[in-house]
């Protein structure tokens, strides 16, 4: 286990559930004094019987302006000069279904948590992290290196946090500040549950006359999620990775987490677009062109 220096202090976003509740309670009991990002109170509760006295939970909707303004408001107040050591943008949800029928106030949704509340949060605490070379750590997925149809805007989101975060390794590199992206394949959380709910009631309000032309290849994705989610790895891997990018005298920038994430990035890595394209179709049993 890594050494935390007194009162190192850390934020993380969407911490009510799964990975965030997991490494929120993981780094503090490291030591870490963790401000765990909740949307409301009682998500807060859980959290403070399960972690020490240090570990605070903060109101934090990361696609509210005054919210985020709030919070920093708050850890500022409460860390004083010493600034943070850390910032965990966690938050994310999962927005599925055919891009052809897909409303774009879906995408907009997806891309304003996954990508533009994670980029509005990084500036609301930069000042508090550039005060003691914090790090950034954001929660990226193995579908930001790999796309699987009908979670395209979930996937090209997350391929657009790793633009973010390379851009602001790169642009924050003067400072000392390292970022780093987290890739975790499948991990049994309740995102799974929440995303089929999200697109059953998304593909029951799209009236949208090419929508049942999907429904076959669709239900092929479905089950392939079933099947990902019941082979699941636990949250505890992910914390670990989000332990080292924090506390690692040199972090990756890069962190695989799961066996499925690591073989699906070798076989983007080494494959032909076109082979991948055929390899993944014949795992999805998709029906053949008509
Ligand atoms: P959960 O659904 O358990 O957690 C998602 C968290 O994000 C919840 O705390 C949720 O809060 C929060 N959240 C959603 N919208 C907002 C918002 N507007 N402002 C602040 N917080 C918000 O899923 P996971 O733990 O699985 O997901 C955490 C991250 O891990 C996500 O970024 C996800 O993409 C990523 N990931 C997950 C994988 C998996 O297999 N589980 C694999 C790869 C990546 P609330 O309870 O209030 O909705």
Request: glycine letters at 8%; proline letters at 5%; one cysteine or more.
């Amino acid at each position: 286990m890594a050494l935390v220096l007194p009162m190192q202090s850390v934020v993380i976003t969407g911490a009510s559930t799964g990975i965030g509740a997991a490494c929120a309670l993981h780094l503090d009991a490291l030591g870490f004094r963790v401000f765990a990002g909740v949307r409301r109170h009682e998500d807060g509760a859980p959290l403070r019987v399960r972690g020490s006295q240090r570990l605070l939970p903060v109101l934090l909707d990361v696609t509210d302006a005054v919210s985020i303004a709030q919070a920093a408001a708050q850890v500022h107040e409460a860390v004083g000069g010493e600034g943070i050591a850390g910032l965990v943008n966690n938050a994310g949800i999962v927005v599925a279904g055919p891009l052809e029928v897909l409303p774009i106030a879906e995408l907009r949704k997806q891309f304003g948590v996954n990508v533009i509340g994670a980029l509005a949060v990084t500036q609301a605490f930069l000042p508090l992290l550039r005060v003691r070379r914090g790090r950034i750590v954001n929660m990226g997925s193995i579908a930001g290196r790999v796309t699987v149809p009908f979670l395209g805007p979930y996937s090209m989101s997350k391929f657009a946090l790793e633009a973010m975060t390379t851009a602001l390794r790169l642009e924050l590199d003067g400072w000392g500040i390292e970022v780093s992206i987290v890739e975790p394949g499948a991990i049994a959380t309740p995102i799974w549950e929440k995303s089929i709910k999200a697109a059953d009631l998304l593909q029951a309000s799209t009236t949208h006359d090419a929508l049942p032309l999907y429904a076959e290849h669709f239900a092929c994705v479905r089950r392939a999620i079933d099947e990902a989610a019941r082979r699941a790895i636990s949250v505890d891997a992910v914390a670990r990775a989000v332990e080292h990018a924090l506390t690692a005298r040199r972090p990756r920038t890069h962190y695989l987490v799961g066996s499925d994430a690591k073989f699906r990035a070798l076989l983007a890595l080494l494959l032909p677009h076109r082979m991948q394209d055929v390899l993944l179709r014949w795992f999805l049993k998709f029906p053949r062109r008509r």
